[in-house]
């Protein structure tokens, strides 16, 4: 139905910048919340952060302040602009969305029923 790539993932010094792009192709219309998960070896997934139809976004603590979500209807696309980036940003990185218009946030991903296969993000000096 929905169909995701991620990719701009790669190595970067701490301290540094990287930008993932995902884009979304099938039924594209009417997806509610798109957003950012990342799974590090060993630990659960984490939601990184979101953004609505309307553009609201959410953040996760862990990175609030250094990391922004945007979105671009037009090409059926999000992104992720990662700042100050830190070891423990070292994960791959999902997008994921869906239509159901449930809580759009990083604390859930109840409502993401379509996933990409991920990219990995590796933070290291």
């Known amino acids: 139905q929905v169909q995701l790539v991620e990719s701009g993932g790669g190595s970067v010094e701490p301290g540094g910048s990287l930008t993932l792009s995902c884009t979304a192709s099938?039924?594209?219309?009417?997806?509610?919340?798109m957003g950012w998960y990342r799974q590090a070896p060993g630990r659960e997934r984490e939601g990184v952060a979101t953004?609505?139809?309307?553009?609201?976004?959410a953040f996760a603590n862990s990175v609030k302040g250094r990391f922004a979500i945007s979105r671009d209807n037009a090409k059926s696309a999000i992104y992720l602009q990662m700042n100050r980036v830190e070891p423990d940003d070292t994960a791959v990185y999902y997008c994921?969305?869906?239509?159901?218009?449930?809580?759009?946030?990083?604390?859930?991903?109840?409502?993401?029923?379509?996933w990409g296969k991920g990219t990995p993000v590796t933070i290291s000096s």
């Open positions: 994921a969305t869906g239509y159901q218009r449930l809580w759009c946030g990083p604390t859930t991903s109840e409502g993401m029923d379509f």
């Open positions: 953004i609505d139809e309307d553009g609201v976004t």
């Open positions: 099938g039924h594209t219309a009417s997806l509610y919340c």
